[in-house]
């Protein structure tokens, strides 16, 4: 059973930082692609950044400002956000991609709120 679980998830006032994790369980997290998203009220959920075998990918709008990093060993993935916005304010997701037999599949945390506000 795979199972991930997001955390690190607030009230944090614009410029600010957070620092959200995920934690999973249940699979070989090491061969897997992980991935966080966002949905905001009303928009579709986006890809905010990505990371597998070391490389990054990252969404125009949070370039330069988070950072995804990965602990193979704890089977953790993070997402460092600093210079928040207002319009950083969503849900934020934690998926998770494997690939077994040839078949894709996907996994989804229930999701951390992140409001920027002051």
């Known amino acids: 059973q795979v199972q991930l679980v997001e955390s690190g998830g607030g009230l944090v006032q614009p410029g600010g930082s957070l620092r959200l994790s995920c934690a999973a369980s249940g699979i070989i997290f090491s061969r897997s692609n992980m991935g966080w998203y966002r949905q905001a009220p009303g928009k579709e959920r986006e890809l905010v950044a990505s990371?597998?075998?070391?490389?990054?990918n990252y969404g125009d709008t949070v370039k330069g400002r988070f950072t995804i990093s990965r602990d193979n060993a704890n089977n953790m993935v993070y997402l460092q956000m600093n210079s928040l916005k207002p319009e950083d304010t969503a849900v934020y997701y934690c998926k998770m991609e494997t690939v077994r037999t040839g078949t894709i599949y996907n996994y989804w945390g229930q999701g951390t709120q992140v409001t920027v506000s002051s």
């Open positions: 990371i597998q075998s070391g490389i990054t």
